[in-house]
């Protein structure tokens, strides 16, 4: 997935001259996306050890509600900023009016 996501920006860094605010969004985007993924896959990687420093379960799994929550937040905003770079910049087509005419 990782590659993916820089498979991506790459992309969208060449494009950048065509389409610099689309370009913009989608870096910005993918660049959030690869934080949000190795900040929140370490803080769960590393919550169990609570324990073993004398937290209770119990309030290990109410941090794991709060960081779940906070992780959900962060990745709306790379959903927001994916989408609106797919709809930025978008010319809709022209449609003209269709004259019918009797003879």
Do not use: W
Request: glycine residues 4%; charged residues 15%.
């Amino acid at each position: 997935m990782l590659l993916l996501v820089l498979a991506g920006i790459v992309v969208a860094i060449v494009r950048r001259k065509h389409h610099p605010k689309v370009s913009l969004l989608t870096v910005s985007g993918l660049g959030l996306f690869i934080v949000q993924s190795l900040t929140f896959g370490s803080i769960f990687y590393l919550l169990p050890r609570l324990h073993d420093r004398g937290f209770s379960y119990e309030n290990i799994n109410n941090l794991y509600l709060v960081v779940e929550v906070c992780r959900d937040i962060f990745y709306s905003a790379v959903i927001v900023l994916l989408v609106s770079a797919v709809l930025s910049q978008r010319n809709p087509a022209k449609i003209e009016p269709v004259v019918i005419t009797s003879t």
